[in-house]
């Protein structure tokens, strides 16, 4: 990234832009869906830089049968409009709708969700961030070859893989990424 702005920032869903619900509770319902204001207004900043924000997000609640992979798709379209209506254009997300049990390649934290949408908009990951709340998220990016990787930890209790940062926000993210690249 060598003193540019990241080309790319590949964010998770839950826990990251909105709120993560809790242990075996998954979003249903686009009523179930609740964003984290503080997150919003960060990546608003980001509409002046020269950058694509992506959401890649594990949705295992389609694999488990509580959930059509159409509604699931249907509630991350939900969270496009949201976050347009508030000045965060999301290029383009991808959904793993599996269990672990599956073994497919998309599922966090396997990188194919990001090495997919590299492929898809000519991205080196090596411009990008990967934006998570879990290990999971972070061992995707890593994966995928995301150099830049920043883990949520509002409860200060994940043990993070080597070369990970950990922040308390989306905002701490947005500001450090404008302060070292401006």
């Given amino acids: 990234m060598s003193g540019a702005f990241p080309k790319a920032i590949f964010l998770d869903r839950d826990g990251v832009i909105t709120a993560k619900l809790g242990v075996g509770e998954y979003v249903l319902r686009k009523e179930d869906l609740r964003f984290d ?3 919003v207004t960060a990546l608003a900043q980001l509409s002046s830089f020269d950058v694509q924000l992506f959401i890649v ?3 295992s609640c389609v694999g488990r049968g509580m959930l059509t992979r159409e509604d699931a798709e249907q509630i991350q379209m939900q969270v496009h409009e949201q976050l347009a209506n508030a000045n965060v254009t999301i290029v383009d997300h991808r959904l793993c709708p599996h269990v672990t049990e599956d073994g ?3 599922r966090k934290p396997q990188p194919g969700m990001i090495v997919d949408l590299c492929t898809t908009y000519g991205i080196d990951p090596s411009d990008a961030v990967m934006v998570g709340d879990s290990v999971h998220d972070a061992l995707a990016g890593l994966a995928a070859g995301v150099p830049r990787v920043f883990l949520i930890d509002k409860q200060g209790s994940l043990v993070t893989p080597q070369g990970v940062q950990v922040v308390s926000g989306v905002s701490d993210v947005i500001s450090f990424l404008i302060a070292s690249y401006e």
């Fill in 37 to 39: 204001e503080e997150a």
């Fill in 57 to 59: 997000t594990n949705q």
């Fill in 104 to 106: 497919c390649v998309c």
